[in-house]
């Protein structure tokens, strides 16, 4: 998450579209991929990326978002999920994801359940929605607390402007979805489009954080 700067976010019923976009991201220099748990039998889907991801895309870090409770994050954790994201902080599932020592990313929407989130031993947090909290709140927050790694989810664009702003604010990293998966692309199947989106949404991370 910290050497690229970006999660893509994405779930769809069908695992063979699924692998598709997983692969055309890792081809543009993605390596952690976010699958959201959003549909029926999502997690059947999932294990079916898992097993592809294996294979195809060796250095992918495939984890799980939108999880709320314990049991799902077992569930997840039991079918390959290297990490677990969730929009709220719940403290039942740290200890699911300790015990397995698989990084657990929390929504957090205030400096509070930052800091109860990091006692609990999440590295990684995430501040969401983000384009309600916006850059102040992250820039707000590392001034007294440095040490934080903030993930933002929710308005973040795949343009120069944006990823720069939530770069020089201070984040970890970015977590993107539908702004980086249009509907129409995915339709056309233009695989090749997801990874040039992937390339240049990157290398304007980089050139954010060298800058």
């Not at 998450?1 to 543009?28: L, N, R």
């Not at 397995?100 to 800091?115: D, I, N, W």
């Not at 692309?185 to 060298?210: D, F, H, M, R, Y």
Request: net charge neutral; charged share 20%.
């Amino acid at each position: 998450m910290g050497s690229t700067g970006m999660v893509p976010v994405f779930y769809h019923k069908d695992a063979e579209i699924v692998k598709q976009v997983v692969k055309a991201c890792y081809d543009g220099g993605v390596r952690a991929f976010e699958f959201t748990n959003r549909g029926d039998f999502a997690h059947e889907v999932f294990g079916q990326v898992v097993k592809f991801a294996a294979q195809a895309c060796p250095q992918m870090a495939l984890g799980v978002g939108t999880v709320v409770d314990p049991g799902t994050a077992a569930l997840y954790l039991q079918l390959g999920a290297n990490f677990v994201v969730g929009p709220l902080f719940n403290p039942e599932i740290a200890k699911i994801c300790n015990r397995r020592l698989v990084p657990y990313a929390p929504g957090c929407g205030s400096v509070s359940e930052v800091g109860f989130a990091q006692e609990l031993g999440c590295d990684v947090c995430k501040l969401f929605p983000g384009d309600v909290l916006g850059g102040k709140m992250v820039k707000g927050m590392l001034a007294p607390m440095p040490w934080s790694k903030l993930m933002v989810t929710g308005g973040v664009e795949p343009t120069r402007e944006n990823l720069s702003s939530w770069m020089k604010a201070g984040v970890f990293c970015v977590g993107m979805g539908s702004k980086l998966f249009p509907k129409e692309v995915i339709e056309a199947g233009n695989w090749e489009s997801i990874t040039a989106k992937c390339k240049e949404a990157l290398a304007w991370i980089a050139e954010a954080k060298q800058g």
